[in-house]
């Protein structure tokens, strides 16, 4: 019986490790078949509704515990894959999470809404793109639709090396965007005081 529990183990080790290397080929092949990442023209700007996006699904019972109600984590995993198609457009590269500013749950989604998540860039720094989210939740039958979420999520620019890359410039189309581009100025700055306020105090 030993031997045999020896047997299996290394049975299950070989098959594990075939399938490890089975799925590094798989991202090989992927990675192969992309296209090479363009040169970005830094001296040329994006306005807020160049790279704007709304991601929608339909919830299903899958996506929701016994009471019907979507769960919390459903909803950040669709705000994250949404908002990194924003940065992603506009950086013209990959990208990665660096920060959840902020995640408020405003009201819950049921099995059968459709879940929207818009989401449009608020800020951008050297490296860095803020993009803001909304999220809502339409009732098919009635055509009700409410706001669920909202959120800022943070993402830093990846150049083929993993490391931070500059990004184009966010350049505001209209009034309202260069308003929207403001207020989320004074939100970093208001915040960064802060936190420089709560060092000093760790400091102390």
């Known amino acids: 019986m030993f ?7 290394a049975y299950s080790f070989l098959m594990n490790g075939r399938s490890v290397k089975h799925h590094m080929d798989m991202f090989k092949k992927i990675q192969s078949h992309r296209s090479p990442r363009p040169k970005v023209d830094l001296s040329h700007g994006h306005s807020i509704a160049y790279s704007h996006s709304v991601t929608t699904r339909l919830m299903d019972v899958l996506d929701a515990n016994g009471r019907g109600n979507v769960h919390g984590g ?8 949404a908002a990194a198609i924003v940065a992603i457009k506009h950086a013209h590269t990959g990208v990665v ?8 749950f405003l009201a819950p989604a049921y099995i059968g809404n459709v879940v929207s998540v818009h989401c449009a860039l608020d800020y951008v720094g050297r490296t860095s793109m803020e993009v803001g989210v909304e999220v809502t939740a339409e009732d098919l039958f009635t ?15 990846l150049d083929e090396h ?8 966010l350049v505001p189309a209209d009034a309202e965007e260069a308003a929207r581009i403001e207020k989320a100025r004074a939100r970093r700055e208001h915040m960064k ?8 105090l760790q400091n102390e």
């Not at 031997?3 to 183990?9: L, P």
């Not at 999470?97 to 408020?104: G, K, V, W």
């Not at 993993?162 to 410039?169: H, I, S, Y």
């Open 3 to 9: 031997w045999n529990i020896i047997h299996e183990s």
């Open 74 to 81: 459903v909803i950040m995993r669709m705000v994250d894959e």
């Open 97 to 104: 999470t660096a920060r959840i500013e902020r995640f408020d």
């Open 143 to 157: 055509g009700e639709v409410r706001h669920i979420a909202s959120s800022q999520v943070i993402y830093v620019a």
């Open 162 to 169: 993993g490391k931070p890359t500059p990004v184009p410039p």
């Open 193 to 200: 005081k802060i936190e420089e306020e709560l060092a000093k």
